[in-house]
T-cell receptor, first 116, second 113 residues
Framework: GEDVEQSLFLSVREGDSSVINCTYT??????LYWYKQEPGAGLQLLTY?????DMKQDQRLTVLLNKKDKHLSLRIADTQTGDSAIYFC????????????????FGKGTKLSVKP | EAQVTQNPRYLITVTGKKLTVTCSQN?????MSWYRQDPGLGLRQIYY???????DKGDVPEGYKVSRKEKRNFPLILESPSPNQTSLYFC????????????FGAGSRLTVL
């Protein structure tokens, strides 16, 4: 199938904003997700957005969704060294069971490096 | 505490020696899935299961088997491991309703010599 696309690397300075971009493929995805993977650990859900929303804000995190362009972005305000991790974008793609019972398909991940 | 438990966490084995990576969840989730993570390739789905006795292939099922005899367990079986199966493996679970949020295990790093 088609890929969920993300840039592989992003480097920012501590205190700056980080913006991680993602292009997904399935216009019928009901939810879109951002997961965070810290070094040596599994993936943890960071946030998700329902497809009928344009924006979702949660403390330092802002998710923007452009359904027309199938573009999702994650903005981290006041980026800290503890935000250094790999960030994965994911979409629900319809499987054999259709609709929201499909599978999560992940991008390759964006490695965020935060310099002091 | 909600948990997805994988074992072993680390394993070094040799080509052809059958192995099983276990995954167990205590959240009564219907859906379970196995992913492998490789540098530059991200997460790729191996197999998934929508419920007991219901399994389907993901994007990279070759060389793997799974079974789902009980709701809580979803073992990943490598009948004859090969070096190209050296990878970091993740089990994940979720409900099949609502926001479909996946909960991941901590990962199993497998090296096949």
């Amino acid at each position: 199938g088609e890929d969920v696309e993300q840039s592989l690397f992003l480097s920012v300075r501590e205190g700056d904003s980080s913006v991680i971009n993602c292009t997904y493929t399935d216009s019928s995805s009901t939810y879109l997700y951002w997961y965070k993977q810290e070094p040596g650990a599994g993936l943890q859900l960071l946030t998700y957005i329902f497809s009928n929303m344009d924006m979702k804000q949660d403390q330092r995190l802002t998710v923007l969704l452009n359904k027309k362009d199938k573009h999702l972005s994650l903005r981290i305000a006041d980026t800290q060294t503890g935000d250094s991790a790999i960030y994965f974008c994911a979409e629900i793609r319809n499987g054999n069971y259709g609709g929201s019972q499909g599978n999560l398909i992940f991008g390759k991940g964006t490695k965020l490096s935060v310099k002091p | 505490e909600a948990q997805v438990t994988q074992n072993p966490r680390y394993l070094i084995t040799v080509t052809g020696k059958k192995l099983t990576v276990t995954c167990s969840q205590n959240m009564n989730h219907e859906y379970m899935s196995w992913y492998r993570q490789d540098p530059g390739l991200g997460l790729r789905q191996i197999y998934y299961s929508m419920n007991v006795e219901v399994t389907d292939k993901g994007d990279v099922p070759e060389g793997y088997k799974v079974s789902r005899k009980e709701k809580r367990n979803f073992p990943l079986i490598l009948e004859s491991p090969s070096p190209n199966q050296t990878s970091l493996y993740f089990c994940a679970t979720r409900r099949v309703s609502g926001a479909n949020v996946l909960t991941f295990g901590a990962g199993s790093r497998l090296t096949v010599l």
